[in-house]
């Protein structure tokens, strides 16, 4: 099993550099750079003699390629992934630090209660077939993630904000509010947060709940299950314990997958309600041309999943008996 761990660990390592070389060939392939685009941007008011200063300061200098590669990759080891232009002077760990933590409280709260609430609903639905659960509430929600998430934000939008008014429209507090740990900002956030997360948990729900409907159902045809029934266990056992234990598997392994719709900030939902986190910061990001903060967000969003992803190997490892007898 060690071994097993060790030869993933090293897979992902090696995917890991990929993506870090590929972050910092990319925007060098580009015709430009930040510095350029940013002295475009104030229209001459900056004096010429400031763009060496700005090339150095945003890691574009006339060093060998080699030479910038390795200082890349010594600030990427301090944690510095260089300053944001289009938040001139802010550092763009600042800048994602913020996003990331509305991005994860919204989208990352909404995948988990999607993926735990679908997986449950979908054992149910399979234990129970041809019930309501597998005719009726299956089907209809299929029929609602057919829809785009971002179309289920507008509608929600529309009803609940902009007609019943019960709801925010826009942002992650209100502008009256003064951010802090206290119950009101907290109640205030929660508020503002319940329409964009119920676009999220509504759209995927019937993905999660269908997928394990699908497994659950081959899983009871097992032999295992059958032998379980044979030995007189309680239903309740066999339904959680032996059969939606393996059926859980492949939910598990998408989920790794559903990271990255959580990094990248459920993007379009984000922009419908104004919401501060990283998909918002990257459509203002590539608006502004700011190549930092661009290379920042695909570089969080593209390590966090396959940090996701060997922990979801990892997980699978200890569900699935069968993957430790080949470890």
């Excluded at 574009?60 to 200082?71: E, G, N, S």
């Excluded at 002077?89 to 988990?112: D, K, Q």
């Excluded at 709940?209 to 239903?235: C, E, F, Q, W, Y």
């Excluded at 339904?239 to 990248?264: D, I």
Aim: glycine share 10%; charged share 10%; aromatic share 14%.
């Amino acid at each position: 099993m060690g071994r097993y761990i060790l030869r993933r660990m090293g897979f992902y390592l090696i995917a890991a550099w990929a993506s870090l070389t590929l972050n910092f060939v990319i925007p060098r392939l580009a015709p430009g750079d930040p510095a350029a685009a940013m002295f475009a941007r104030f229209e001459g008011k900056v004096a010429p003699e400031a763009m060496g200063a700005l090339k150095a300061a945003f890691g574009f200098t006339d060093a060998p390629l080699y030479a910038q590669y390795f200082t890349y990759l010594k600030h990427l080891v301090q944690g510095d992934l260089g300053m944001s232009y289009a938040y001139f002077p802010a550092r763009v760990t600042e800048v994602i630090g913020t996003g990331l933590m509305w991005t994860v409280a919204l989208a990352g709260v909404a995948v988990i209660i999607s993926f735990v609430l679908g997986s449950f609903l979908g054992v149910l639905a399979a234990w129970n077939r041809g019930g309501w659960l597998d005719s009726g509430l299956a089907p209809a929600l299929a029929f609602l993630g057919a829809f785009p998430y971002f179309w289920l934000a507008m509608l929600a939008l529309y009803l609940f904000g902009f007609v019943l008014g019960w709801f925010p429209l826009r942002h992650a507090y209100g502008h009256d509010m003064e951010p802090g740990l206290s119950f009101a900002f907290a109640a205030d956030v929660a508020r503002h947060a319940v329409l964009p997360a119920s676009s999220i948990v509504v759209a995927t729900l019937g993905g999660w709940m269908l997928g394990m409907r699908n497994t659950m159902v081959a899983t009871l045809g097992t032999d295992s299950i059958r032998l379980a029934h044979a030995r007189g266990l309680p239903p309740r056992q066999v339904m959680l314990r032996y059969a939606a234990r393996n059926a859980l598997l492949p939910n598990v392994t998408s989920f790794g997958m559903a990271v990255g719709f959580v990094l990248s900030g459920s993007l379009l939902t984000e922009i419908v309600f104004s919401y501060p986190g990283t998909g918002y910061l990257l459509i203002l990001a590539v608006r502004n041309q700011d190549y930092p903060l661009m290379q920042g967000l695909f570089l969080v969003i593209t390590l966090a999943v396959l940090a996701a992803n060997f922990a979801v190997d990892l997980i699978c490892l200890w569900l699935d008996p069968r993957t430790r007898a080949h470890a």
